[in-house]
C-alpha cells in the first residue's frame, strides 16, 4: 500500500509497476481480438499406402511391451515444436496397429475417443464391461471417463483409426486419467437390441445400455433408402451416427461423427464453420479443395480440416466414395460459438 | 339490473332465481370433489374364442360394403346407455377382420391408434405414404392426424386388435377427422434402417422418418437379453415401445404401449396408479387379480384395467407368458395427473 | 365358447348377442368421429351488476356455517341437466365472496385453481404454507395438490373469480380431494425476491419457491413499456402469466391466464382455437364477437368462449381495456391437439 | 510410395522419417494423460488499494484517445512469456476506469463478458440497443457477439470489474470480433418489468428481452430471506444469478455468476471442482484457504481460483462478508467434464 501509493511519474515506470505486480494493461487482449479466427493449423493429407508401410514398419521394430508405440498420430505441420500434437486444434487422431495376441489392458480417460475400423476382423472392445467385437466398417465409441481396453483373438493385422478430443480436453486443463483402477469385468453381453432404443425396460433403474458400435450395413442401408434424395449441397448425402437411446442429443458433448456419400459427378459448393474436422476415406477417390489448396484422396486417406477453413468436395469418377468424418462441432455448439457462413 | 337488484326474500327465491340465470351454487362442485377416482368402467374379460368366432360370423354375414363392420369394439359393462362405446374411460379398443381382396380407403382423425397384429399375414397398412407390411407380432403405430389406410394381398383371415384415445379426445371435445381429403401416396419405401435413430440425416431439411412398427422378434431377443434381469415387482419384466427418432418422449402424447413377460412362477404385488390400460395376451396362460377379482387368462383374451384399480399378474406354469398392453399414461402424466401406490 | 360357437343366422340375432356379450359394432365410434369438434357449450355473458347483487343477496341469506355456498359458479346454459355445472367443457369459473372474519379452512384437490381478484383488501391465501396477501388485481395460483385455505382480516366485501380445470380432471375420473389431512403451517414468509427467478441457491436442495402471485401494478408497467408495439392481429397487447422459476414452460400443466389490453379503436381479426376460454373484464368497456354473437361488455362482467369458436374483440371507446382470461391451452397443446385458424 | 516402402532398420531412422513426414508416435499424448489436471495457473490475490491507486494513477498518464489503457488485466503469474494474459486458465479479469465523459464506442466479439460496478454512478452501458444505467452494486451480463458500449454522464470515476472467457475462445480459436459494424440504435427503454419473466408477451414474435442487470438491492432481499438457511457446507449462503426468461439455463453458455454471504462466524469446508473462478470481495473481511495457502482479503480484493484447487472460505468477523464470483462452469458441465471432490 505505502508502495503504491507513490506517485508514478511516467508511463514506463507504470508499465514496470504493473508487470511486477501481476496486471496488465488492455493490449494483449486487443491484439485476441481478431475479425476472425486465427488458427496455425493447416489442412493436410496423409497417403494410407505410407500411413500403412510405417505403421507395419513400427510394428516390427518395437518389442511386444512397447505394443503401445503402435500408434501414430497425425501431427499438423502447424503444431509447434513444444505443443502436444494434434490433427486440429481441438482434435488428435491417429492410426493403430494390433496384432493377434495382443491386449491393452484397460483404462480411462477425460478425454472421449472413438474408433474406425480401416483393416481385419477378430479384434474386440471391452466398454464399462460392455465386449463388443470389431471388423473393418465399424464405427465405436468410447465416451468420456469409460473403462475400455482391447484384444485381437483373430489373425493378420488389427487396423483402425483413432479420434480424440484431447487437445480440447488438454487446453482446458481437464484431463484426469486412471491407468491402474479396476475396470468392471467384460460380461460378453451383446446388448443391440436393447440399444437400438426401440423398447425401453419400463421398471425404476432398468435402463437402456447405450449404443456402442454402428455397422457399416446399417450406413449402407441408410445410403440405398436416401439414393435419390437431393442431399447437402456441401456435403452431398451426410448421415450422423446418433445415439437412439439419446436421440436429441449429439453422440458425445465434444465429438460427433458422420459418414458422407459424394455420388458420382458430385463438386459440391464450398462453406466453412467453426468446427475442424478430421476426414478419412473408406472408398472411392475424388479430391477436396481446402482454403484454396486442392487435395485428391483414395481409400485410407486421412485429411485435416481446421477452424474456419472453406471446403468442398468432389467425386468426378464413376462410382461412390464414402468419407467418413468426426469433428468437435457439439462443443462449439453448446459454448454459442458454432458459425456456418 | 333492475330485476336483479330487487330484494329476494328466501334461499328458496334465491336458488330460482341463480337457476334462471345460469347460475349454481357451489353443491355441484363439491360433490365432485371425491377423495380419490370414481369411474363407472369395471375390469372386464372378453375370451379370445368367443370374439373370433363372434367376428368370424360377422364377416360372413354382411356384405363387402359393409365391411367396416368387421370391427367389434370391446364395450365395458359400466357404458351407459346413451354413451360412446369404450373399453376404459379413456381408451377404445376393438378386434378387426380383414379378408383377402379387402381395403380400408385413406383417413385421418386427431385420435391416436395402434394396432397389435393377432393372426395373419399379408396385409400393409400406409401411414402418411409410408408403407408397412403386417404379420402376425407386430406392433404399429398411427399417430393423431396421421393419414391411415390398408389392404390384405394375403391368403385368410388377418385378425387385429386396434387401440385408439378416442373415448378421452371425444370427452375433451377435440375430434377432427377427414374421410374425403387426399392422403400422401404411398411411396412403398421401407425406411427402418434410418428410423432406428442410428444415423440421421445431418442435412438441411433431411429428416429420420418416424418409427412405425416394432417385430415380434426384436421383443424377443429384449427379452432373451434380460431374461436374468430382476424386472419390476409389479409388473415382472416390462419393455415399453419407444421411438429411437425422439428418445426422450413417450411413444404418443396421449397413449403408450408395453409388452411384459411374467416368467414362470411369478406372482407380482399388487398396486395402482391413475392411468388405465387395456391388456391382451399373446401367448401362455395365467391370472390377473383386479380390485379383488380374478380373471383367468389364456392367448388372445383381452381384458381392461379401470383407472385406480389394484391388481397384480400371475403366471403359475412352466413357460413363459406375454402380455402386451396399451394405456394412456402419457396424457395423465402431461397433465400433472400420474399417482401410483 | 359352446354357446358363440353356435351358427347366428341373421344380423339382427347378431346384435342381439354381441349387446348381450359387451361387444359393439363400429357404428358409435363412427358417430364420433365428427369433422370437427361437436360442443354443447355456448357463449354466454354474465354481468357483472348482476352476479355481484346475488352474491351479496347470497350472503345476508346464509349462516356462518355455509359460508362456503357463497361461491356462484358460472354454469354454462348448455350443461346437461344431470352433469356437473361448468363453464366450457374443460373450465370452470365461479364468483366468490368472503366476509371479514370468515375463514376456509385448508384442503387440497387435482383439480388447479386460480384467482384474479376484483374487489377488496385485507384477505389472505395460504398456498402449501406459503402465505400471500391479497388486493384488487392480483392474480394468484394454486397448482394441483397445493395445500390451500383463506382468510379476510381486512374491511368490506372481499369479491373474486375461481378459475378451475375441473371438468376436464372430473371428466377424466382423475379427481383427488383432501378436506381433512394437515396442511404445513403457514410461515408468513414473503419469498417473492426469490421468486422471480432472478437468483438461485445454488446448494443442493436450495430451491426457489415458486411464484403465487402476479400484482397488476407489474403488468401495467409492462403494457407501458409495450405501449407502441404491433400486438397480436387477433388479441392486441395480451401478455401470458408465466412462472419465472420455470420459465421454459406454461403456469400449470392444464391451466394458463392472460391480461390483454385493448387499445383504444382497436377491432382484432376473428379466428378460433381448440382451446377453450373465460373472459374476465378488468377494465374500460368494448364488445366481442363469438360464432356470430355479439356481446358487448363493461367492467366485471365474465364470459364464456367454447372449443373452436370464431372470436374478435373489439375496443371502440377512448381509454384502454383490459380483460384477464384463463385457458385449458397446456393440456390441449401437451397432448398434441392444440389448432388455430 | 516408393519412399516410404523403402525398409527402415532403426527406430531411430523411423523416428526420423515420422517427423519428417508429419506423423508421431503415442509418445506426446501419453504424457498429456495426467491421473489429475495440471496447471501453471497460481492462486492469487490483487488487493484493492493497490487496483484503485494504479488504475487512477494510469487514468492520470494516458490521454483521452488512450482511454481503453484505463483497463487493468489480473495477470495470472503463471502466465507464460508469450501467452495471453489470463486470471485463470480460461478466465479473464480486469479493472475498469471510466471519468466522466468518456465514451466507449460499440464492438462484439464471441467472447462473453460480465461486469460487477464496484464504484461510482451515473455511467450506463448498450446492449443491442437496450440501454441500462449502472451504479455501485450492479451485475450486468454482455452475452457473446452483443453490440456494447458504454459511456459516463456523472460525477467523479466509475470502477467496475469486468470479467470474460476470453482465454477460452482464444485457445479454442473461435475469436470474432467486429469494431467497425453498426450497432443497433440505443432505444433508451428501460424492459425489466417484462424481462423479469413473469409476463410474456403472447402474440407470435413476441418476445421478452432477455434480463442484463441484476441490482444489489435484491440480492440483499433473497439475503434476507434466506437468513436462517442452512446454506451450503462449502460456500455458506450462495445465490447464482440466472436469467429468469431462462430459467431453465445458466446464465450464458460459457459463464456464471454468483454473490455468496458468508454469515459472522462462518467456516466452510473444503472442497474442489474442475470449474476455474474469479472472486471479488463486495463487502467484509475474511480468509480463503486455496491449496493450502491463506489469502486475507477485504472490501475490492480480487483473487483467483484455479482448477482443481482446493479452497475454502471463512468469516471470523461479527458481520456479514459478501463475495461475488464468476467461473466457466456451464462451458466445463456442457463438455461433460465437471467433477467436484
Redesign the interface.
Known sequence: ?TE??T??G??DE?YG??AE???????????????????Q?VP?L??Y???R??IL??GG??SAEEA??R???????GTGDHE??RTT??L?A?IQLVMPGEVAPPHR????ALRYIIEGEGAYTVVDGQRVEMEAGDFIVT??WTWHEHGHEGQGPMIWLDG?D?P????????????TGSAPAANG???E??S?????????G?QTPR?LV?KLA??E??FA??AS?P??P??D????????????NPL???LTA??QMLRPGVETQPHRH?SSAVYHVVRGSGWSEINGEKFSWGPGDTFSLP??AEHRHANPGNSDALLFSFSDRP??E????L?ES
Chains 1, 2, 3, 4 share one sequence.
Open positions: 500500500m503504491t501509493s506517485q508514478i511516467t508511463l507504470l509497476v504493473l505486480r501481476s496486471y496488465e494493461p488492455l493490449w494483449t487482449i486487443k491484439g485476441a481480438l481478431t475479425p476472425e479466427p486465427q488458427t493449423m493436410f496423409w497417403p499406402d505410407e500411413v508401410d510405417l514398419q513400427a521394430l518395437i503401445d508405440r500408434v501414430l498420430a497425425f501431427k499438423n505441420p502436444i500434437a486444434d481441438s488428435w491417429a480417460h477425460t478425454a472421449a465416451p468420456n480424440l484431447l480440447m480436453v488438454h487446453t482446458l486443463h481437464l484431463v484426469f486419467a486412471d491407468f453381453q451383446s446388448t437390441a436393447l437400438s432404443g426401440r423398447l425401453l425396460p419400463a421398471w425404476n432398468g449404443t454402428w446399417d450406413v442401408a441408410a433408402e436416401l434424395a442431399g447437402s456441401y456435403d448425402l451426410i448421415l450422423e451416427y446418433r445415439d437412439p437411446t439419446d436421440a436429441g458425445m458433448p465434444t458422420y459418414m467453426t477452424v474456419w462443443a462449439v453448446s459454448l454459442g460459438l458459425r
